[in-house]
């Protein structure tokens, strides 16, 4: 039975790594998958992934302050919360609480990292095992055994957080004027080409950032590729904004009063 584990940034892709190895050894029925091992070396990210999540039986999106509103977290989330009902999509909350969370990503049941939590989030996975699901008390047993060592690795590398993973990003207020001067240069190259001038500024508009991003996307760049590639032709804060644009028309989130889709 797959599980899939979400995440993005180092420090939470060091956690997922650990809930995979403590999930696995606990229900060794169970085959958690993450991109940062199981990815196959050559193989185009975005499909690839996209087929793991349509065999997916329990999803678990590793959160951080830093990362809750990265637009492959909410892609990930979006495709999982489509495919499963929402008793089945977990996000691991490392270091947040469930009132920090809001819009789509605070629909889904939450685990905290205890003992309580993490004993809640191992009856769900094996509620799903089917005949392969272990007893009540052997589950207990089971989680006894193996909750001390999760525990110690998931408080040293708590303890190694850098305080940048910490601290919830803001938009400072170089990327407001950023998003200033990239307007003003679009309105200054609409302007150049009214009047006949012939130069050519270096910064693209919208409809030609998002026309390469869907492109870059064709041919398996992920976000981070595609906001590095794009560097010059407009700000990065721009580029990743239509880049999370792009995945929420690619998969966006269900609305939980009908069947409509919905963008995050």
Request: overall charge negative; proline content about 6%.
């Amino acid at each position: 039975m797959k599980i899939f584990i979400s995440w993005s940034g180092k420090y939470s892709q060091e956690c997922a790594e650990i809930l995979k190895e403590w999930i696995k050894c606990a229900l060794q029925a169970s085959e958690p998958w993450i991109s940062s091992k199981d990815l196959d070396k050559g193989s185009l990210w975005f499909t690839e992934i996209s087929d793991q999540l349509k065999d997916t039986k329990v999803g678990i999106v590793c959160l951080t302050k830093g990362n809750k509103e990265k637009p492959w977290i909410l892609f990930e989330s979006g495709a999982l919360a489509k495919g499963l009902s929402t008793s089945r999509v977990c996000t691991f909350l490392i270091n947040l609480k469930p009132s920090d969370l809001e819009g789509p990503l605070s629909q889904f049941n939450h685990t905290v990292p205890d003992a309580d939590g993490m004993k809640s989030l191992l009856i769900t996975i094996n509620k799903e095992l089917g005949e392969s699901a272990l007893e009540d008390k052997t589950l207990e047993q089971v989680f006894q055994a193996y909750w001390p060592s999760f525990e110690e690795k998931f408080n040293k590398l708590k303890d190694s957080e850098s305080p940048e993973s910490a601290n919830k990003p803001s938009r400072s207020n170089d990327d407001i004027l950023e998003e200033i001067l990239y307007t003003t240069r679009k309105m200054d190259k609409r302007i150049r080409s009214l009047e006949g001038d012939g130069r050519h500024p270096r910064f693209l508009d919208r409809g030609e950032v998002m026309e390469r991003i869907e492109k870059l996307f064709a041919i398996g760049s992920d976000p981070d590729e595609i906001v590095e590639k794009l560097r010059g032709y407009a700000p990065p804060s721009i580029i990743m904004r239509l880049v999370k644009e792009h995945l929420a028309q690619v998969q966006p989130f269900p609305d939980d009063d009908n069947d409509e889709e919905v963008p995050f």
